[in-house]
């Protein structure tokens, strides 16, 4: 079974542009999530989103946004980039993000904003 | 502010001796805690995980221990081997689809 992929696997823009990351899940996983990574900040959740809704959100600026479509890819978008948005965003799928249940990541996009 | 701390950036432990990753959190809502294990180039990869009505669960080489009063967590490889050199990050549940994670443990496995 194919795992969770994600395109592109680097990108880089510059400062005010704005960038699309996509996310096919697990065949058959309803739930993906997404987070960036930041050296000396782990892991941080940005939003989830399940049938193509999104059921939560972390604490992130409005310039971040994300949607799920009807086969449950999911893009995260950010407009007018700054230099600090520069991370890997890594997205995780799973059955239906219950407690309990183990997300599987893609190998993220690494995103350089210069 | 930083629900759960990995307070060790880094660990070098021998192969074969006991490696020994820590975990603090200071929600006491969360109930859920689970290990995960990233090469670089890689995403994160499930490892182990413990529910908070348990303070111990074994999966072969790797154990969790949770211990809610002090709102810790660690996670114990033994023996250790140089394949487990990776970074380690612990993250937290409450059940509301979403995960809080730590800022990881980099383990180098010396041979």
């Known amino acids: 079974k194919a795992g969770v992929t994600q395109t592109p696997r680097y990108l880089i823009k510059t400062r005010g542009q704005q960038v699309t990351l996509s996310c096919s899940p697990i065949s058959g996983h309803r739930s993906v999530s997404w987070y960036q990574q930041t050296p000396g900040q782990g892991l941080q959740f940005l939003f989830e989103?399940?049938?193509?809704?999104?059921?939560n959100k972390g604490n992130f600026p409005g310039r971040f946004s994300g949607r799920q479509f009807s086969n449950s890819r999911s893009e995260m978008n950010v407009s007018t980039l700054e230099l600090g948005d520069s991370a890997l965003y890594l997205c995780a799928s799973s059955w239906s993000a219950t407690k309990g249940e183990t997300q599987y990541f893609g190998p993220g996009t690494r995103l350089l904003v210069l | 502010d930083q629900q759960v701390k990995q307070n060790s950036p880094s660990l070098s432990v021998q192969e074969g001796r006991i490696s020994i990753l820590n975990c603090d959190y200071t929600?006491?809502?969360?109930?859920?805690f689970l290990w995960y294990k990233k090469y670089p180039a890689e995403g994160p990869t499930f490892l182990i995980s413990?529910?908070?009505?348990?303070d111990k669960n074994e999966d072969g080489r790797f154990t969790v221990f949770l211990n809610k009063s002090a709102k810790h967590l660690s996670l114990h490889i033994v023996p250790s081997q140089p394949g487990d050199s990776a970074v380690y990050f612990c993250a937290a549940s409450e059940g509301t689809y979403k995960y809080i994670f730590g800022t990881g443990t980099r383990l180098k496995v010396l041979a």
């Open positions: 929600n006491s809502m969360f109930d859920y």
């Open positions: 413990i529910s908070s009505i348990k």
């Open positions: 989103y399940f049938s193509e809704t999104q059921r």
